[in-house]
């Protein structure tokens, strides 16, 4: 096993979905799950972390200090999320100002303090593994990939260097042929229309095509952030993966119009150990993702909090869009913080009393 992969342990877990720097709910549902402090949990059980500790919410220094003692004291284990890989990156986007631009952060984030800090937060998150698994659980931050995590098995180097290694790549593949010319000419066409949402374009196979081969192309880039898909069948020379859901026209979403659509990978999972992902904002009830997601519609439309999705209802979501809880407690449509227990199979969050046994997971009768 590789640094890419590692091992879960075999004992009770509590699987806790993407933070998003919100430090106050990751203490109540600590608290809630039963674990105190740097302590033991009196139970044996430990915490496995879905990736994206940070971003977006107030305190995402607090978050990444309470969750490297953790690991550090042998009590979680934690995946690499895409806000984490960003870090790594160096890459500054919405969000990560409090780590890539400490002295441009908003009002309303805490600054990593200082550089010492900013080192040691980046080197722990260059220990984390894509892929944390044993022979009765699997947990990745967005997409388990089979054909991505047997790259992973062979992988040499960490991962910021097997991500790299596939950008290089997936830059040839993208300049391969005359694909980047007819992209480029589609742009053109298609121009100020882009974000004009009153009017909606044809359907652009080659923006399509590039669009899916850049974000596909890349397995650290899919377990992190998931895989999609061109909303239309194009002709196999241009792209050769067949389609999970039918032709659909472009759709407007995060401003722009689309071409590709964020697959539901779990539907075309059909292996028998169960896999717990984060990454995608579900929704408890009154949350309208179409207001706020990059990726309308709702990908889990039909499914109950509380409901196993895909095809041998074995793949669960445990991100309850605490990321968009910006105006928590004032904002009825603010997300939460959730866990599920391993092997018990129950969902707590962080708005359970203590001691809450939790909510029973289903499978989801529509689908199952
Ligand atoms: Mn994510």
């Known amino acids: 096993m590789n640094r890419l992969i590692q091992r879960l342990p075999d004992g009770p877990l509590d699987i806790i979905g993407d933070v998003h720097g919100f430090i106050g709910p990751l203490e109540?549902?600590?608290?809630?799950?039963?674990?105190?402090?740097?302590?033991?949990?009196?139970?044996?059980?430990q915490l496995v972390f879905c990736g994206d500790l940070v971003d977006r919410g107030p305190d995402?220094?607090?978050?990444?200090?309470?969750?490297?003692?953790?690991?550090?004291?042998?009590?979680?284990?934690?995946?690499?999320?895409?806000?984490?890989?960003?870090?790594?990156?160096?890459?500054?986007?919405?969000g990560n100002s409090w780590i890539i631009k400490p002295d441009e952060v908003d009002a309303d984030q805490t600054p990593v303090p200082d550089e010492q800090t900013k080192a040691?937060?980046?080197?722990?998150?260059?220990?984390?593994?894509?892929?944390?698994?044993?022979?009765?659980?699997?947990?990745?931050?967005?997409?388990?990939?089979?054909?991505?995590v047997e790259l992973f098995r062979d992988a040499k180097g960490s991962v910021l260097e097997v991500y790299k290694y596939y950008e290089a790549l997936t830059r040839e593949r993208l300049?391969?042929?005359?694909l980047r010319q007819r992209t480029k000419r589609e742009k053109n066409d298609l121009g100020a229309g882009l974000t004009d949402q009153s009017r909606s374009p044809p359907f652009y196979p080659h923006i399509a095509a590039s669009d899916a081969i850049?974000?596909?192309?890349?397995?650290?880039?899919?377990?992190?952030?998931?895989?999609?898909?061109?909303?239309?069948?194009?002709?196999?020379?241009?792209?050769?993966?067949?389609?999970?859901?039918?032709?659909?026209?472009?759709?407007?979403?995060?401003?722009?119009?689309?071409?590709v659509r964020r697959m539901k990978w779990w539907d075309?999972?059909?292996?028998?150990?169960?896999?717990?992902?984060?990454?995608?904002?579900?929704?408890?009830?009154?949350?309208?993702?179409?207001?706020?997601?990059?990726?309308?519609?709702?990908?889990f439309q039909g499914i109950a909090p509380h409901h196993w999705m895909g095809a041998n209802q074995n793949v669960y979501c445990v991100d309850f869009s605490i990321g968009m809880g910006k105006a928590r407690g004032q904002n009825k449509t603010s997300g939460h913080l959730a866990a599920v227990r391993f092997p018990e199979w129950r969902i707590l969050h962080d708005e359970h009393e203590p001691g809450h046994a939790g909510i029973k997971m289903e499978s989801n009768s529509q689908t199952g």
């Not at 990454?279 to 990908?299: E, I, Q």
């Open 175 to 178: 300049e391969a042929g005359d």
């Open 28 to 45: 109540q549902l600590l608290a809630n799950l039963g674990y105190s402090g740097n302590a033991p949990h009196p139970d044996g059980r």
């Open 60 to 94: 995402s220094p607090a978050v990444v200090e309470r969750v490297m003692g953790l690991v550090a004291a042998g009590h979680a284990h934690c995946v690499l999320g895409n806000h984490e890989l960003n870090a790594l990156r160096g890459v500054h986007k919405e």
């Open 214 to 259: 850049y974000q596909n192309g890349n397995p650290v880039r899919v377990s992190t952030s998931g895989k999609e898909e061109p909303v239309q069948r194009l002709p196999g020379e241009l792209y050769s993966q067949p389609l999970l859901e039918p032709d659909e026209p472009p759709f407007f979403a995060g401003g722009k119009w689309r071409m």
């Open 120 to 148: 040691r937060f980046v080197e722990f998150f260059s220990t984390l593994p894509l892929v944390l698994e044993n022979d009765h659980l699997r947990v990745v931050h967005a997409c388990w990939d089979p054909r991505s």
């Open 268 to 299: 075309d999972y059909r292996e028998s150990v169960p896999v717990i992902f984060g990454h995608y904002w579900r929704n408890f009830g009154s949350l309208d993702l179409a207001l706020v997601g990059k990726f309308a519609p709702d990908l």
